[in-house]
Every structure is written in structure tokens, then in C-alpha cells.
């Protein structure tokens, strides 16, 4: 059990060698997390970028190293070569600078060039709440829109496929919603219900699926004293899937924003990890998606 970041930073240090991480359209932001992470031994950066604006900004920052720095006219192209990078072997991971995030994602997704894999590409994210006991992931708040009960399973075992790196057994999974009965007008409870039937059929395997239940008792121990709801996933989840990206991208800027949460997220699914940070990210939020990638990528 991973219970804050700080351990999760203290396991990546440990490693005999660092990780590469390659930073698509270095800003001030991304560099900022990239050379914390390395100062912490998490990973080496590689900048992707306008080289003139990448070099002023390391120098502003006091990084006097040679750093590699790969010159781009355009975000389409930093795009590419951050994705060729992968492909070449020169980087373990991909960390988001200043570039919209479809422009990324096409060169990503480019069926010849890419990144694709036969998997679907999901989003999750990392929480440390001081209200819970150890760390919880959001999925998915990022990538996936109105998944349906199939791609809802795919979310799920993306999710426990990444906790069994991290080296869970078995994560718990709470199937969110606003009620804890199955009910037919409230589509999210009908798939919850069927992807906890699955779950204890076997098709969904190596986890413990509980749903639908509502928030207060998937993260709270004492709510479910109080309603005496017998579930081992209940008061203790690892994973929390989302019904839509909107519950799940509310979700985690209620934590960070109004719970004083500190958070790390990333794209699972591709053949690398894409660390896709918001625009309003703070530079630590960014290197703590990298600690969480280099340790997946143990």
C-alpha cells in the first residue's frame, strides 16, 4: 500500500538508474518539473521544443547542465518527435508542456506512427487527500467521455493492470454513483451493478469490484459504520471509477482544489505512459506524475 507521494518518491530513488522522460514543448511549467524530478533522482529529462525559449528558461532556473534539448518549429512536430522518441527507445515516458493536448494525441494515436496499441487509452489519476489513509485513483476524469459498460471494464483493467506494477494483489475498485441499489433509470448504478457481476464471475480478474455505491461510503470508513454497509471495498478503495469524465474530472479538482490534495495523473493504454497535467498544474503536480510513471515503469 502506497500511502503519499513521499513514499512513492523514496521507492523510484532507490532504482540503480534514472528514467527518460520526454518533455513535448518544454514551458516554464514542464521544465520546472522536469529538473525537480531529476533533482529528486526520479528521471532524466529530454526538452522537446523551441530551443532559444527552452534555453532561456534553464538558465533563468539556474540549470546550468547540457541539457538534451531537441529543437521544433511547431507543436505538431514536437508532437511527432516526442512520439518518435518512444518508438526509437530514447524515452520511457511522455510529459505535456505547453501544447494542446489534441495535437499531442493525434501523433500519438496516428495509426502508423504512433503509439496505439489494441488497448483503450484511459486516465487516471493519482490523489494524496489528507481526509484518507493512503493513495486513491480517479478513472476517468481525462481521456474517456461517456464510456459505456465495455469500455467501463477496459477502464477497470487498465487501472488494476498499473496497480499490480505498483505492486498491489488485489485493488479494490468502487463503482460510483449517487445510490447503492441498482436502479434502471439511472444508467450508472445498471453498469456498476453488471461490472461487479462480472467481476465476481470472473471476468474481470485480479481485483474486487463493489458497485454501485455512492462516494461518502466508498471513501468513508465511518459512513459506512453509520449505514452498516457490509463491503470490504467500502471505507477503503484503491481505484474509484468515475460514471462519466465529468464526475471524475470534478472529482479531482475537488480534491486538489478544495481538500488541499496534491495530485499525479496519466494516459494508460498507449505504449507509454502520456502524462497530460492541466494547464493550471503547478510544477510539483508534474514531477509527481513523473515519480508515479518511473515507478510503474520499475
Request: charged share 30%.
Amino acid at each position: 500500500m502506497l500511502r503519499n507521494f513521499d513514499e512513492v518518491i523514496e521507492k523510484v530513488k532507490a532504482f540503480h538508474e534514472m528514467k527518460r522522460c520526454g518533455v513535448c514543448m518544454a514551458d516554464e511549467a514542464a521544465i520546472g518539473g522536469a529538473l525537480a524530478g531529476e533533482e529528486l533522482e526520479l528521471a532524466k529529462p529530454i526538452f522537446v521544443g523551441h530551443e532559444d525559449e527552452i534555453r532561456k528558461i534553464l538558465k533563468e532556473k539556474g540549470a546550468n547542465k547540457d541539457y538534451e534539448i531537441i529543437n521544433v518549429e511547431s507543436d505538431s512536430e514536437g508532437a511527432e518527435k516526442v512520439v518518435e522518441l518512444v518508438r526509437e527507445g530514447k524515452i520511457d515516458f511522455i510529459l505535456k508542456g505547453h501544447i494542446e493536448t489534441a495535437v499531442l494525441m493525434k501523433a500519438v494515436v496516428d495509426k502508423e506512427k504512433g503509439l496505439r496499441t489494441d488497448r483503450l487509452m484511459s486516465h487516471m489519476s493519482f490523489e494524496q487527500v489528507p481526509t484518507y489513509h493512503k493513495l486513491i485513483t480517479i478513472t476517468d476524469g481525462g481521456m474517456c467521455m461517456y464510456p459505456d459498460v465495455e469500455q467501463k471494464q477496459k477502464i477497470i483493467e487498465n487501472a488494476v493492470e498499473i496497480y499490480h506494477k505498483l505492486g498491489y494483489e488485489c485493488p479494490k475498485v468502487a463503482c460510483l454513483s449517487a445510490i447503492e441499489k441498482v436502479n434502471p433509470k439511472m444508467p450508472s448504478t445498471v453498469d456498476a451493478g453488471e461490472l461487479k457481476a462480472r467481476n465476481q464471475r470472473g471476468e474481470i480478474k485480479d481485483c474486487l469490484v463493489e458497485g454501485p455505491i455512492s462516494f461518502d461510503l466508498a471513501y468513508s470508513k465511518r459512513a459506512k459504520e453509520i449505514k452498516e454497509y457490509d463491503s470490504e471495498v467500502a471505507g477503503d478503495p484503491d481505484i474509484l471509477l468515475a460514471p462519466d469524465i465529468q464526475a471524475g474530472n470534478i472529482l479531482d479538482k475537488t480534491f486538489n482544489f478544495a481538500a488541499q490534495g496534491k495530485m499525479a495523473g496519466f494516459i494508460v493504454g498507449a505504449k507509454c505512459l502520456i502524462l497530460l497535467t492541466s494547464r493550471s498544474a503547478s510544477a510539483e503536480e508534474k514531477y509527481l506524475s513523473i515519480a508515479m510513471a518511473a515507478l510503474v515503469n520499475k
